[in-house]
């Protein structure tokens, strides 16, 4: 996952891949096809026609498509295409899309002045400060949205200017049976035949600059949109992928990774399992609260996939002991050399010591993290006390997350509640959080969390929980979106006397919240100078032995390079890397999750004859594999091919390779993507997206049906 500025060094190996476009053409992020990349935070999109219209994963989009839908009106089950600019929808509040119009190296002012002596707390402030200094500076462009963004643990940090729009609307989106065709069953599986495709489009005010939604207001004209291809690929031709791949963590240390699949990966395996069977009881003959909590279900169905693969991949893979030989490797060559010996092994042995801190309060970690998240009104409560505490500071001494520059954003996060909150399904997964957290021992827990339920000292379930839960939400007023709202102007003095038993335990916890923050703070900033002296090592060690190094994924927009390929997963078994409609009916059941609409499976039996199909697959492709690297957050990136026109969309990695976040493996590592042979199918035989079409510069055949659901 490389980034930009790393590609001219990649010269060679791009052309023979099969990759024409210019090396450096892809380090300018203000042309094509770079600009035409966009973020929309945790996934990828691009505009692909020059009036704002972005195509992302229908995955990507379903928290804008639930949050559209009701018991009566159920977009998720029967999918949405907007026949005018007049019928698309509001996407989901807080949906922004982030288009990324310039990268500086600030390397140098976050590190100047850095004292060896700082404490970690003093050194965490220090970068604070100078990243804040910076994020201001940048920021003073209005419409803009700015970060700082550290590489190889804080060795390098660049400054990242998007412009952010913050309309954006829901243009198509396809059925649920196609969008997400094999549910969990085919998640992280080949082969696979999902339509994992939906459109938004980007509204700007009439002065071209981004705005809040408003009738008046007019697509957004990108500089840059990627061109559609209908050629199509073939095995063994270049395909390109450029998107914001989340965070990796092939550059931890092996004590890090045992950590995490022996204890992290299996705990979250057994929550996650659980709270998918808990929010299925809770809404069970609800269907308006299973709506609600579709986009949750979704997410924890996929982590634990995930989660399930990763552990299935350990048992099997070398990860673990090839790291320590890394490391070995990396320790004898610092030995070798007094001034390596000096600079270098203090960082190594720092960040043992660190890393061994933060396994002794991990269930503290994850467990009161629980309690936060699946407790709505408990985290809105904590977040309206906190955002009044910090006012009470200047904006530029705030927490980041607290500032004025975050408080639309908290402002969505408080409005979304609307769709996605029902008080008995909340209730019931708050009441699970804090019998698990109840569970741990005392000096993993919170006194003043404790306190409240009376939670005694030996642990356990508290008497009269039950009663304190219903007391609870009988008594607040925070499931009401008005109130939480005007609570966003309320003073700390105000809600100090406020009596929301939501409120008062905030409240209460406030001081807690802020000792463990300061310990954090401690641990990260020791952690950084630790992390990026390892990581300088490292650095040095594989340059010496000729083998460039990209930094852990972390949000940034990167470029992987690969051909489309099968793979042998096992002795005697071998994937072809395409997919098609004769595939699809093979699967078909009928049933969920492989029960395709009507409108597709007719157009199926005439799908031999169309102008999408592939002469040498003899149907309509569906998926195809590549061997590019991607991780979360890639979802919805554009697969170019080897001349940079959009091929088809990334959507999914394979069950073999699910250990990739800790190393790349390239003999099963396989991205999995959408073709956009399919995408354009389905738009035209199964929805009736002529226009669509036509604005993609794809003209509507006579046979496209003339309407679909919406």
């Given amino acids: 996952m490389w980034r930009p500025s790393q590609l001219p060094e990649l010269a060679g190996r791009l052309k023979s891949s099969g990759v024409s476009l210019d090396p450096a053409r892809l380090t300018d992020l203000t042309s094509h096809p770079m600009n035409a990349v966009i973020s929309l935070g945790g996934c990828t999109a691009s505009f692909v026609s020059p009036d704002g219209l972005a195509i992302t994963n229908h995955h990507c989009a379903n928290g804008s498509i639930q949050f559209n839908s009701t018991a009566d009106r159920n977009l998720l089950e029967t999918g949405f295409t907007a026949r005018s600019r007049s019928e698309e929808l509001p996407a989901a509040p807080g949906t ?52 700082v963004a550290a590489y190889h643990g804080g060795l390098e940090y660049e400054l990242i200017k998007q412009l952010e729009i913050r309309d954006v609307r829901l243009v198509h989106a396809p059925a649920g049976a196609i969008g997400n065709y094999g549910g969990d069953i085919d998640n992280w599986m080949w082969p696979r035949h999902t339509g994992d495709y939906s459109f938004y489009r980007a509204y700007v005010g009439p002065d071209g600059k981004p705005a809040d939604r408003d009738a008046a207001n007019v697509p957004y004209r990108p500089r840059h949109h990627l061109k559609v291809s209908t050629r199509g690929l073939k095995e063994g031709d270049a395909v390109l992928v450029a998107g914001y791949p989340g965070s990796t963590s092939r550059h931890k240390t092996a004590a890090e990774a045992e950590d995490a699949f022996e204890w992290l990966y299996p705990t979250r395996t057994r929550v996650n399992r659980r709270t998918i069977e808990l929010v299925a009881r809770l809404t069970e003959g609800l269907p308006d609260a299973a709506i609600k909590y579709a986009t949750v279900v979704s997410g924890l169905s996929n982590t634990l996939k995930n989660n399930e693969g990763m552990l299935a991949g350990y048992e099997r893979s070398t990860l673990l002991r090839t790291k320590q030989e890394l490391e070995r490797g990396l320790r004898r060559w610092i030995e070798a050399d007094p001034e390596h010996r000096g600079r270098h092994l203090p960082a190594l042995d720092e960040l043992g010591s660190l890393a061994a801190r933060e396994r002794r309060f991990r269930e503290r970690t994850f467990f009161f993290g629980e309690v936060a998240r699946r407790g709505a009104l408990f985290s809105a409560a904590r977040t309206l006390v906190r955002l009044a505490e910090e006012r009470r500071s200047p904006d530029a001494a705030r927490e980041p997350g607290y500032q004025d520059r975050d408080v639309g954003r908290i402002r969505d996060r408080l409005s979304r509640m609307e769709r996605t909150f029902d008080a008995a399904v909340d209730r019931g997964l708050w ?66 006397a406020d009596q929301d038993p939501f409120i008062r335990l905030a409240v209460a916890l406030l001081p807690a919240d802020r000792a463990l923050e300061e310990e954090q703070k401690e641990q990260d900033g020791r952690m950084e100078a630790a992390r990026a002296g390892a990581m300088g090592a490292l650095a040095s060690y594989l340059l010496a032995q000729g083998r460039p190094l990209y930094p852990d994924a ?41 029960n395709s609409p009507l409108a597709l499976l007719e157009a199926v039996r005439a799908a031999g004859s169309s102008r999408f199909s592939d002469p040498a697959l003899g149907t309509v492709p569906v998926n195809f594999l590549s061997d590019v690297d991607s991780t979360g957050g890639n979802s919805g990136s554009p697969t170019l091919d080897g001349r940079g026109e959009l091929a088809g969309l990334l959507f999914d990695g394979n069950w073999e390779s699910m250990t990739s976040s800790w190393e790349y493996q390239p003999d099963v590592k396989r991205a999995i993507h959408v073709d956009i042979r399919y995408v354009l199918w389905v738009m035209e035989h199964v929805h009736g997206a002529g226009e669509l079409l036509r604005e993609l510069g794809v003209e509507s055949s006579s046979s496209s049906p003339s309407a679909s659901s919406r």
């Fill in 554 to 594: 972390n949000g940034t927009l990167r470029v992987t390079y690969g051909t489309v390929k099968g793979y042998r997963p096992r002795d005697g078994v071998s994937y072809l890397p395409f997919t098609g409609l004769t595939g699809l009916l093979q699967k078909e059941t009928g049933k969920d999750p492989f």
């Fill in 96 to 147: 922004r899309i982030s288009v990324t119009v310039a990268v500086t190296d600030v390397t140098g002012p976050v590190h100047r002045g850095l004292a060896a002596g700082l404490s970690g707390r003093q050194r965490y402030q220090a970068i604070e400060d100078r990243k804040k200094e910076l994020i201001a500076a940048c920021e003073e462009d209005p419409g803009h949205r700015c970060r």
């Fill in 431 to 496: 009441r699970q959080a804090i019998l698990d957290y109840a569970a741990l021992p005392a000096d993993q827990r919170v006194a003043a969390f404790d306190e409240w339920f009376g939670i005694k000292a030996e642990g356990g379930a508290p008497e009269g929980l039950d009663a304190r839960l219903d007391g609870m939400y009988a008594a607040t007023r925070l499931g009401a979106k008005e109130a939480r709202l005007a609570l966003m102007e309320a003073t700390a003095e105000s809600l100090a």
